[in-house]
């Protein structure tokens, strides 16, 4: 899948969704009609960051300096935000 | 569906191996009902369910208390949720606890008004109940008047800023008549549309010969849906496969309680709409007994939980985790024993029970067969015996 993400793009959670933290669950989900999907560890930490305002590479920084010892981290999150994008998740501002 | 380390989603809900969360609170609010439709699930004896429902406050308490459990979907449902005043107050407490909140509408009683409060109260989602493209079968399936009335209603729904999620039952009736639906869908501007082949239980069950459609209707009900998805990427049709024309039965309500809890208007506390319909069961009620409880520790949830009740072919089948055995109210309904193999599987000794219901939904006679449409009257008559013979083959009703 060739990446159409640009570093200065910027999302927002899809129309008619909700993102939020799940304390019985321990994690970030995200609600829509009648459907839930369930954001564990890392996938949870890239989506919260969505705000409508900050760019992909702002997150991209921010998530390098918050964990430096993750490899490949751009990587990662550029394969998050492509599935949550083709799933409706989010929406491009 | 999608599955990797960071994401986890089945059906639509997650689920955990390890602990169970009801994920889903169902709130069957109330059994009446404005609409009579032949296809309904709803157990056939309602009528007596009608008189005892929940107050609003009992109402409030159960959704708290199934928060704490971890419920995050709630379903207003019903009979006509809308037929109960109190539904803007119900909602307004869902928002408040965090509930992803879903009003699941035959449209009748959805005024301006109402929808405007429901907004303000921060309902998430209105899914609305379709029946055809044309007004004849609408109207005659549900046995009323109500075509109009829908379209209004979708329109107002729309304007309203809501998701446009649809909902068809498929049956014999309008499965001809796919193309057209899916049009119409897309012409309202749905976002969602599902198309959910009828399942055969409650009044549905009593009706299968006149609505069950045919393997070759299905088929192409099926192609006409996928070549609608591949031209038309913005509504997001959902086919669900009717288990009886199917090998391996459905992992039903994605399994005995282990994401869907169901609130009935008078307070039981059910793992699946239709569970009161199995034999020696004592099912738990918001009235008398903790939630927490019912759902954890009740000999009711645990009884068909996991593996452990499962008899052969079930036991050493290597499916055996990926459908939990079917359907448990299906194998009750159809062969008399509760934990038998879902006969819908060919594995099963009790296939032919389907077969012979397909080949049953062939003839002619038993097609033209008078439809009982979902009453009042209908639900009184069956609950007294008086109809025995529409229904003397299943060993209970649901």
């Keep these: 899948m060739t990446t159409q993400i640009q570093l200065s793009d910027v999302f927002s959670i899809g129309l008619h969704h909700r993102f939020q933290w799940e304390d019985a669950q321990q994690n970030y989900v995200i609600l829509f009609p009648e459907g839930m999907v369930k954001l564990h560890g890392s996938a949870g930490e890239i989506l919260k960051r969505i705000d409508g305002k900050v760019s992909v590479g702002e997150i991209v920084e921010d998530l390098k300096t918050t964990f430096p010892d993750a490899e490949d981290i751009e990587s990662d999150i550029m394969g998050m935000l492509e599935l949550a994008l083709s799933k409706g998740w989010l929406r491009k501002v | 569906m999608t599955q990797n380390t960071n994401v986890q989603v089945n059906n639509g809900v997650s689920t955990s191996a390890t602990q169970t969360t009801p994920l889903w609170l169902l709130a069957e609010v109330t059994y009446r009902c404005p609409l009579h439709c032949a296809f309904c699930y709803n157990p056939t004896d309602y009528d007596k369910h009608t008189q005892n429902e929940l107050t609003t406050a009992q109402w409030i308490q159960a959704l708290r208390d199934a928060r704490k459990l971890g419920a995050i979907q709630l379903g ?11 539904i803007e107050e119900i909602v307004i407490e869902a928002h408040k606890l965090g509930y992803y909140s879903n009003l699941i509408t035959s449209g009748v009683g959805l005024t301006e008004q109402r929808i405007q409060a429901l907004k303000a109260g921060g309902l998430d989602h209105i899914q609305l ?144 709409h239709s569970a009161r319909s199995l034999p020696n ?83 002619p006679q038993l097609q033209a067969q008078a439809i009982l449409f979902r009453n009042d009257k209908n639900s009184r008559r069956l609950a007294s015996g008086e109809l025995k013979s529409l229904i003397e083959q299943f060993h209970s009703l649901p």
Aim: proline letters at 5%.
């Design chain 2, 76 to 86: 207003i449902s019903g009979g006509e949720p809308l037929l109960r005043d109190d």
């Design chain 2, 281 to 363: 069961m004592q099912f738990p009620n918001v009235k008398d007994a903790d939630l927490g409880w019912s759902w954890k520790d009740s000999p009711a949830f645990n009884k068909y939980r996991g593996t452990e009740w499962m008899k052969e072919p079930c036991r050493s089948c290597e499916d055996k985790e990926k459908d939990l055995g079917g359907c448990r109210c299906q194998s009750f309904l159809l062969t008399g024993d509760a934990e038998a193999a879902d006969p819908v599987c060919t594995k099963s000794p009790h296939r032919h029970l389907i077969d012979q219901a397909i080949e049953d939904a062939k003839n």
């Design chain 2, 129 to 272: 109940s379709m029946h055809d493209v044309t007004e004849d079968i609408n109207n005659f399936i549900t046995n009323t008047k109500t075509f109009q009335l829908k379209q209004k209603v979708a329109t107002m729904i729309k304007a309203h800023g809501y998701p446009m999620v649809l909902n068809v039952v498929i049956h014999r009736f309008n499965i001809d008549h796919m193309k057209q639906i899916l049009e119409m869908a897309e012409a309202i501007g749905a976002d969602y549309i599902e198309l959910a082949n009828n399942q055969y239980y409650g009044w549905s069950l009593v009706n299968r010969s006149q609505l069950m459609p045919t393997r070759e209707q299905l088929d192409r009900a099926e192609a006409v849906t996928n070549e609608f998805r591949a031209t038309n990427p913005n509504v997001k049709a959902l086919y669900v496969v009717p288990d009886y024309f199917n090998d391996r039965p459905k992992k039903c309500m994605n399994g005995w309680g282990e994401v869907f809890m169901i609130v009935t208007a008078n307070g039981d506390v059910l793992p699946c």
